[in-house]
């Protein structure tokens, strides 16, 4: 499902990101991306949803090299891609439907189509309840389920979750992951970046471990990092 | 249609829709689109009117312009109509030669008509008119020559001096005029005044582009991380570009609206003064107002400046915003 191979990206100044990275997630899979802050996650991420390009090395999606995808291909990409980020990025002056919609609107869906889904989306995450609410009604906890519900409601093949529970107290954060395990159970990829270790721990799910820049682990359980 | 995932059913395909059904939901979206943007402008109501009234007020001048060339025209036209040429006889022309030049001249294909004018006519009429009557009692000889008044049939300035040419060669005629000299004046002025409006307008309309464009570009800022987020989640520049210009369409129509009602203001205004120099010169000209189709040109000409200033602002500036994201 989705493919790293010999991946390196330098910024311009020398800092290299990320170093020759290379994995696989199997479709269907679940797995924990981990390290230091400044350890190559969000690089790594921002790779996949091609908001940056690899220096050299390549990124495969479902065999398709993301290196072949133009600059006008990506919308269409990232329309696979579901993507949570740890501060959300709602529209914080549109309803809660609003946001969950943004994403069907985008691909030309209106009507009782359109409603039924991002509903059903919403049940998934337990928020019907707060459809027509603003975001900044809600707790943190509520907006990052929001941000969920906008991730999977065009039900892509791919999940990707950058710190969904970085502000989140433990019960919450168990919330949260149980929605993505939900998901997984459906047969879709999820990998999701955290570097909440007790989490990781209790979870047992394939943890990827990166230590600036470089993936030093690559297993069942967080062990590499010099804690 | 999905790049990733080769028969991913997505967006609206998804489901299955008739062309008729598609080409519907089309102009629904588009529609709606629109109100939208009429919403957004709504929302930021202070710099929405400046922008419009930069564009009312820019687009006056040359529209100003525009039509005092028309009413110029018309004008110079209406003298045109009347152009006639004037043939003083010589002074020992006969009754019978008279009537052969009449003959003569109505005979001709170019002339429309002939009226002859008496010298002893001639007299009485400028002895009642000019006020110098006394005068006129001491002399004893008419110093008049008869006077025959042609109406080329072809009254452009042109064919009348062709004609005007031909009549001087005529044995009996001892000078033939054509007063046209101030006609081709007034002719140059109205071209020299419609350059100056073109070039006028030319200069005004880069100012409205660039002022649109600006309004557009603060409301693109203003909405950064708006767009931000859409890019995240899969929408395309013309996605996110296409309120925008329906913004800018918006502003277009409202600047329009707002010329027009400027133009209507000053035409009343000026309604008054113009009457008060009409009557002086005893002319029966009535001030043209704005038509229809020039209404219509008026707002066609204000939409487009609307759509491409604001189409200059959205392909520099939405582009440029890049999905940071993460």
Known sequence: MLRFEQVTKSYSGGFVALDRVSFHLEKGEMAFLTGHS?????TLLKLISLIERPTTGKVFINGVDLSRVNRGQVPY???DIGMIFQNHKLLMNHSVFDNVALPLVIEGFSGKDMTKRVHAALDKVGL????????????????QRVGIARAVVNRPPLLLADEPTGNLDPDLSKDIMNVFEAFNQVGVSVLIASHDLSLLARMRYRTLTLKNGRMINDGLTYSGADE | MSILFQGRATGATAVKQNLWNRFVMFWVHHVR?????????????ASSLLTVAVLGVSLTLPVTLHLMVKNLQQVSSSIDQAAQISLFLKADTNETQIAELIALLQANPEVADVQFIDKGQALAEFTAESGFGEAFSYIEDNPLPHVMLVSPKNTSSLAASALLDALKQERYVELAKLDIGWLERLDAIVSLVRQVAMAVALLLMIAVLLVVGNTIRLMILTKKDEIEVMKLVGATNSYIQRPFLYTGIWLGF????????IEELLLWW???????????????FSLQPMSLAELGYLLLVAISLGFFGSLLAVR??????EATGL
């Open chain 1, 128 to 143: 019907l309840d707060k459809v027509r609410c603003l975001p900044h009604t809600l707790s943190g906890g509520e907006q």
């Open chain 1, 38 to 42: 400044g350890a190559g996650k969000s």
């Open chain 1, 77 to 79: 990409v990232r329309r």
């Open chain 2, 254 to 261: 409202f600047g329009g609206i707002l010329t027009f009602l």
């Open chain 2, 316 to 321: 520099r500036n939405i582009s440029q915003i």
């Open chain 2, 33 to 45: 689109q629109a109100i939208t943007s009429l919403g957004e402008i709504w929302l930021t109501p």
């Open chain 2, 270 to 284: 000026l309604k008054h003064a113009i009457r008060g120099v009409t009557q002086l010169y005893e002319s029966s």
